[in-house]
């Protein structure tokens, strides 16, 4: 079993910055694919990031550059860097796991974009 705990989400401004981390645990890191999804009540997850275990990264459209994933495999954490955010940014962003046929999911951490 695989443990995710998501942390860095907050109340920001439009415009500003978050850096979200995902710290996980329970098996070899640095083989999983890992990601960060985001999802808004009433609408389905989305993808935000993935990036696997070389380094190799995707976005989804929306970002539009303003989204930053990374991964450092020492300390078994993800991160994803928010800039220019937008109030349709608003969302519960979760992160995720693909090793072999499992897939893991951590809590979530919230972020508000508002003035």
């Known amino acids: 079993q695989v443990q995710l705990v998501e942390s860095g989400g907050g109340l920001v401004q439009p415009g500003g910055s978050l850096r979200l981390s995902c710290a996980a645990s329970?098996?070899?890191?640095?083989?999983?694919?890992m990601g960060w999804y985001r999802q808004t009540p009433g609408k389905q997850r989305e993808l935000v990031a993935i990036i696997d275990s070389s380094g190799t990264t995707y976005y989804g459209d929306f970002v539009k550059g303003r989204f930053t994933i990374s991964r450092d495999n020492a300390k078994n954490t993800i991160n994803l860097q928010m800039n220019s955010l937008k109030p349709e940014d608003t969302a519960v962003y979760y992160c995720?796991?693909?090793?072999?046929?499992?897939?893991?999911w951590g809590q979530g951490t919230q972020v508000i974009v508002s003035s």
């Open positions: 995720n796991a693909l090793s072999g046929p499992a897939r893991y």
């Open positions: 329970g098996s070899i890191f640095s083989s999983y694919v």
